[in-house]
Protein backbone atom coordinates (compact mmCIF):
# COMPACT_ATOMS: atom_id res chain seq x y z
CA UNK A 1 0.00 0.00 0.00
CA UNK A 2 1.36 3.45 -0.33
CA UNK A 3 0.68 6.47 1.93
CA UNK A 4 0.75 10.09 1.09
CA UNK A 5 0.16 12.56 3.78
CA UNK A 6 -1.04 16.28 3.46
CA UNK A 7 -2.53 18.97 5.44
CA UNK A 8 0.14 19.85 7.70
CA UNK A 9 1.04 23.62 8.05
CA UNK A 10 2.10 26.62 10.68
CA UNK A 11 -0.47 27.14 12.82
CA UNK A 12 -0.61 28.93 16.31
CA UNK A 13 -0.34 27.41 19.27
CA UNK A 14 -3.71 26.76 20.89
CA UNK A 15 -5.05 26.11 17.29
CA UNK A 16 -5.91 23.11 15.27
CA UNK A 17 -4.46 21.09 12.12
CA UNK A 18 -6.39 18.31 10.29
CA UNK A 19 -3.75 15.67 8.77
CA UNK A 20 -5.26 13.39 6.15
CA UNK A 21 -3.37 10.20 4.98
CA UNK A 22 -4.74 8.70 1.05
CA UNK A 23 -3.74 4.82 0.45
CA UNK A 24 -3.47 3.46 -2.47
CA UNK A 25 -2.65 0.17 -4.01
CA UNK A 26 -3.19 -3.08 -1.61
CA UNK A 27 -6.90 -2.84 0.25
CA UNK A 28 -6.43 -0.43 3.14
CA UNK A 29 -9.19 -1.83 5.17
CA UNK A 30 -7.00 -4.56 5.58
CA UNK A 31 -4.43 -2.66 7.59
CA UNK A 32 -4.31 -1.38 11.23
CA UNK A 33 -2.95 2.29 10.86
CA UNK A 34 -0.60 4.45 13.01
CA UNK A 35 0.52 8.58 13.26
CA UNK A 36 4.12 8.87 14.23
CA UNK A 37 6.12 11.87 14.10
CA UNK A 38 9.31 13.30 14.34
CA UNK A 39 11.27 16.68 15.29
CA UNK A 40 14.75 18.07 14.62
CA UNK A 41 17.20 16.18 16.33
CA UNK A 42 14.75 13.25 17.98
CA UNK A 43 13.33 9.90 17.51
CA UNK A 44 10.39 9.15 15.38
CA UNK A 45 7.64 8.64 18.19
CA UNK A 46 4.14 7.48 18.35
CA UNK A 47 1.34 9.33 18.12
CA UNK A 48 -2.19 7.87 17.92
CA UNK A 49 -3.13 4.11 16.13
CA UNK A 50 -6.81 2.70 14.60
CA UNK A 51 -7.76 -1.09 14.14
CA UNK A 52 -8.46 -1.36 10.99
CA UNK A 53 -12.18 -1.43 11.34
CA UNK A 54 -12.11 2.31 13.37
CA UNK A 55 -13.76 0.90 16.14
CA UNK A 56 -10.68 1.19 18.71
CA UNK A 57 -7.90 3.88 18.84
CA UNK A 58 -4.72 4.13 21.17
CA UNK A 59 -2.89 7.70 21.60
CA UNK A 60 0.76 8.54 23.13
CA UNK A 61 -0.13 10.25 26.43
CA UNK A 62 1.06 13.62 25.35
CA UNK A 63 -1.41 14.09 22.89
CA UNK A 64 -4.60 12.24 24.63
CA UNK A 65 -7.45 14.25 24.49
CA UNK A 66 -6.32 16.89 22.01
CA UNK A 67 -6.31 14.58 18.96
CA UNK A 68 -8.33 12.53 17.31
CA UNK A 69 -7.34 9.33 14.59
CA UNK A 70 -10.13 8.00 12.25
CA UNK A 71 -10.86 6.69 8.85
CA UNK A 72 -12.41 5.77 6.20
CA UNK A 73 -12.26 2.72 4.44
CA UNK A 74 -14.54 3.60 1.79
CA UNK A 75 -12.32 7.01 1.22
CA UNK A 76 -9.07 4.97 1.55
CA UNK A 77 -8.19 7.63 3.88
CA UNK A 78 -6.37 7.85 8.06
CA UNK A 79 -7.12 11.36 9.84
CA UNK A 80 -5.45 13.25 12.80
CA UNK A 81 -7.27 15.82 13.96
CA UNK A 82 -5.19 17.51 16.49
CA UNK A 83 -6.65 20.19 18.68
CA UNK A 84 -4.87 22.74 21.16
CA UNK A 85 -1.58 22.69 19.71
CA UNK A 86 1.28 23.08 21.46
CA UNK A 87 4.56 24.21 20.01
CA UNK A 88 6.27 20.92 21.23
CA UNK A 89 3.86 19.17 18.72
CA UNK A 90 6.27 20.70 16.31
CA UNK A 91 7.21 18.11 14.42
CA UNK A 92 7.24 16.16 10.64
CA UNK A 93 4.44 13.95 11.42
CA UNK A 94 4.21 10.42 9.26
CA UNK A 95 1.23 7.79 8.46
CA UNK A 96 1.82 4.15 8.57
CA UNK A 97 0.53 0.76 7.79
CA UNK A 98 0.84 -2.60 9.53
CA UNK A 99 -1.16 -5.92 10.58
CA UNK A 100 -0.27 -5.52 15.18
CA UNK A 101 -3.35 -3.71 16.21
CA UNK A 102 -2.68 -0.18 17.92
CA UNK A 103 1.03 -1.04 18.29
CA UNK A 104 3.30 2.17 19.57
CA UNK A 105 6.05 0.27 17.67
CA UNK A 106 7.80 1.62 14.86
CA UNK A 107 8.84 -2.11 13.76
CA UNK A 108 5.34 -2.90 13.82
CA UNK A 109 4.37 -1.23 10.66
CA UNK A 110 5.23 -1.91 6.88
CA UNK A 111 4.58 0.69 5.03
CA UNK A 112 5.00 4.25 5.42
CA UNK A 113 3.95 7.90 3.93
CA UNK A 114 6.53 11.08 3.63
CA UNK A 115 5.86 13.28 6.02
CA UNK A 116 3.94 16.55 6.49
CA UNK A 117 5.29 19.37 8.64
CA UNK A 118 3.64 20.57 11.34
CA UNK A 119 4.73 24.09 12.90
CA UNK A 120 3.08 25.39 16.08
CA UNK A 121 4.25 28.80 16.99
CA UNK A 122 3.85 30.36 20.64
Known amino acids: VQLQAFGGGLVQAGGSLRLSCAAS????????MGWFRQAPGKEREFVAA????????HYADSVKGRFTISRDNAKNTLYLQMNSLKPEDTAGYYC????????????????WGQGTQVTVSS
Open 50 to 57: ITWSGIST
Open 96 to 111: AAGTRSLSSRLRDYNY
Open 25 to 32: GRSFSNYD
